[in-house]
């Protein structure tokens, strides 16, 4: 019985340490799973950056800033009225990002009369913070966005190209790179968030 006894007690030691082995070894995956997981996450959140190129969005963002694009924005949502966006226009690899804001998302309907933008037959929230715009392009006549399109303009309005101009249009969601949520300011270089503004509220 005593040596029995004993290959038992052995026995379950065995298993005991193999049990704690197995465990250990589990975590240590988990914790290296994780640990690339939050990686990929922060790469893909703020490891891609660009350059802003003309005075197009100004006075919000100005020609040669460095900003920051958040891809995961739009993996679980959709682009919001008030959006800065980073887009290659159609998908053209070989230019350089554009930079927009969003100002109509899917089923909104457009138009671009006497300088001023009209969403759904309203004038657009802080009109008055925009110049007239002197060419209306393809939203001279009402332009209804289909699903997943995107209706992008500067803020300079009279700077640039964007929706308005034929060779982009409304902005498909599929070419949208990312939000613009980060820039780096040319005075003190320092970090800025880039925020939605009042006229996100609409939508």
């Given amino acids: 019985m005593g040596r029995r006894n004993q290959g ?8 005991k340490i193999e049990s704690e082995s197995f465990v250990e070894a ?3 995956l988990f914790g290296i799973v994780a640990a690339v997981a939050l990686a990929l996450l922060v790469v893909y959140n703020w490891g ?4 802003v190129i003309g005075s197009s969005m100004e ?3 100005y020609n040669g800033q460095t900003i920051y694009i958040s891809k995961f924005s739009y993996l679980l949502s959709k682009p919001r009225v008030g959006d800065i966006v ?7 690899e070989h230019t350089h990002y554009y930079v927009k804001r969003v100002v109509a998302v899917p089923g909104d309907t457009v138009q671009i009369a006497g300088g001023r933008l009209y969403i759904n037959d309203k004038p657009e929230e802080d009109a008055d913070k925009y110049d007239l715009m002197e060419d209306a392009g393809v939203a001279e006549n009402p332009l209804t966005l289909k699903e997943d399109e ?3 303009l500067g803020d300079n309005r009279n700077n640039g190209e ?12 599929s070419l949208i790179e990312g939000r613009a949520w980060f ?9 800025g968030y880039i925020g939605r503004g009042v006229r996100s509220e609409r939508r």
């Avoid at 891609?48 to 350059?51: D, F, G, I, L, Y």
């Avoid at 964007?162 to 969601?173: E, Y």
């Fill in 183 to 191: 820039k780096l300011t040319k005075e003190d270089s320092k970090f």
């Fill in 8 to 15: 038992l007690n052995f026995r379950r030691k065995r298993n």
């Fill in 162 to 173: 964007d929706s308005r101009s034929g060779n982009i249009g409304p902005l498909n969601k």
């Fill in 86 to 92: 980073v887009f290659l226009p159609n998908g053209n």
């Fill in 59 to 61: 006075t919000a963002l």
């Fill in 26 to 28: 589990i975590r240590y």
């Fill in 150 to 152: 995107y209706f992008v």
């Fill in 48 to 51: 891609h950056k660009t350059s």
